[in-house]
């Protein structure tokens, strides 16, 4: 049997649907059925947009700010709609903490760590960064547990470094640990992969978020502090 080409080309005009395998000459002997079924029961196809599945695709996150030119594939907006669930009602719940804890290894704390630090402030977020809060003679443990109790959300920043430290179970391990008990952890993974880091933490691993090889640092801030941002 022929195939019907209408959901692909439309019959809105006679001329189209005379060119259809299937329906040509009904115009002719039908009577007014042809032209109807032609002008009603199909529209020019449209391809779909990329509002939901897909992690090729584009999409607007709800909490996007107005006139935003930010861009977000669907997957981050899949994975990171969680985490500003998290951040709406802790907001609700305690109006004062801060908006994030960056967690990274003790290795980047002067490279790649203090420039996201930099890029989120000067992006209006407010972190909590152990190379500026953490006071000479405080218990690092100490600060690192009351940094986590006041801040919304908790990025951990993927490198080489913090990989090799893992392992080692140090101060960044227990960091995650307590990170991972919710829907409060945004990875961001910069100069490493996803399948590096699972070899090394399978949990974290699973926590999709963002990526420098996808979007420069300067984008990574700008979509975190969008993140967190709330309407006052």
Same mark, same amino acid.
């Not at 299937?22 to 009577?31: T, V, W």
């Not at 903490?97 to 890029?119: I, N, S, Y």
């Not at 949990?203 to 502090?225: C, F, H, N, P, Q």
């Given at each position: 049997?022929?195939?019907?080409?209408?959901?692909?080309?439309?019959?809105?005009?006679?001329?189209?649907?005379?060119?259809?395998?299937?329906?040509?000459?009904?115009?002719?002997?039908?009577?007014?059925?042809?032209?109807?079924?032609?002008?009603?029961?199909?529209?020019?196809?449209?391809?779909?947009?990329?509002?939901?599945?897909?992690?090729?695709?584009?999409?607007?996150?709800?909490?996007?700010?107005?006139?935003?030119?930010?861009?977000?594939?669907?997957?981050?907006?899949?994975?990171?709609?969680?985490?500003?669930?998290?951040?709406?009602?802790?907001?609700?719940?305690?109006?004062? !903490?801060?908006?994030?804890? #960056?967690?990274?290894?003790?290795?980047?704390?002067?490279?790649?760590? @203090? /420039? $996201?630090?930099? *890029? &989120?402030?000067?992006?209006?977020?407010?972190?909590?960064?152990?190379?500026?809060?953490?006071?000479?003679?405080?218990?690092?443990?100490?600060?690192?547990?009351?940094?986590?109790?006041?801040?919304?959300?908790?990025?951990? !920043?993927?490198?080489?470094? #913090?990989?090799?430290?893992?392992?080692?179970?140090?101060?960044?391990? @227990? /960091? $995650?640990?307590? *990170? &991972?008990?919710?829907?409060?952890?945004?990875?961001?993974?910069?100069?490493?992969?996803?399948?590096?880091?699972?070899?090394?933490?399978?949990?974290?691993?699973?926590?999709?978020?963002?990526?420098?090889?996808?979007?420069? !640092?300067?984008?990574?801030?700008?979509?975190?502090?969008?993140?967190?941002?709330?309407?006052?």
């Amino acid at each position: 049997m022929s195939r019907c080409t209408a959901p692909v080309n439309g019959h809105r005009l006679s001329s189209a649907a005379e060119a259809c395998p299937a329906c040509r000459g009904r115009n002719r002997s039908y009577g007014g059925y042809g032209s109807s079924y032609a002008s009603s029961s199909y529209a020019p196809y449209s391809p779909p947009t990329s509002s939901g599945g897909g992690s090729g695709g584009r999409a607007k996150p709800r909490w996007s700010r107005a006139g935003s030119s930010v861009s977000y594939t669907t997957a981050q907006v899949q994975s990171l709609e969680p985490i500003r669930k998290t951040v709406e009602r802790r907001a609700v719940e305690q109006s004062d !903490l801060r908006d994030v804890f #960056l967690c990274h290894a003790w290795g980047d704390r002067q490279g790649v760590a @203090k /420039e $996201l630090h930099e *890029l &989120l402030v000067a992006a209006g977020v407010k972190v909590w960064f152990s190379e500026k809060d953490l006071g000479l003679g405080v218990p690092m443990m100490r600060a690192i547990d009351k940094g986590l109790a006041n801040s919304r959300i908790g990025l951990v !920043l993927v490198t080489p470094a #913090l990989l090799a430290r893992l392992p080692q179970e140090s101060v960044a391990d @227990k /960091e $995650l640990s307590a *990170l &991972l008990a919710g829907n409060n952890l945004v990875p961001i993974v910069h100069n490493t992969t996803y399948a590096a880091l699972r070899n090394v933490s399978p949990l974290l691993a699973s926590r999709t978020g963002l990526d420098t090889a996808e979007d420069s !640092l300067a984008m990574v801030a700008e979509k975190i502090a969008e993140l967190v941002a709330i309407p006052v």
